[in-house]
Nanobody, 122 residues
Framework: VQLQASGGGLVQAGGSLRLSCAAS????????MGWFRQTPGKEREFVAA????????YYADSVKGRFTISRDNAKNMVYLQMNSLKPEDTAVYYC????????????????WGQGTQVTVSS
């Protein structure tokens, strides 16, 4: 499974961005999908995840109520709608996939995209 993240950019605090992740294979049948982020010198951290059916979604406390993860299995796409962005959301965002249950752990995902930079100015 190859993943391609896109949609990052520069936005002012309070603004919105939508990240997209395109998968090369049919991830809808059995893959949970997640979004993670990383800033220089820090560990990659969990942001949001969604079950393969789309029925289960999970969020880091820091983004709950502001970010929404969704997926379109017919198009092999996963999205992260980010609203009310804050400067502390600035990071490289990665999408990832794992076969099976959705889980909020970086080390449990097998497939990773290349990352897209999100910069939020104050």
């Amino acid at each position: 499974v190859q993943l391609q993240a896109s949609g990052g950019g520069l936005v002012q605090a309070g603004g919105s961005l939508r990240l997209s992740c395109a998968a090369s294979a049919r991830t809808g049948s059995s893959f949970a999908m997640g979004w993670f982020r990383q800033t220089p010198g820090k560990e990659r951290e969990f942001v949001a995840a969604i079950s393969w059916t789309g029925g289960g979604t999970y969020y880091a406390d820091s983004v709950k109520g502001r970010f929404t993860i969704s997926r379109d299995n017919a198009k092999n796409m996963v999205y992260l709608q980010m609203n009310s962005l804050k400067p502390e959301d600035t990071a490289v965002y990665y999408c990832a996939a794992r076969r099976g249950m959705v889980i909020a752990r970086v080390d449990r995902y097998d497939y990773w995209g290349q990352g897209t930079q999100v910069t939020v100015s104050s």
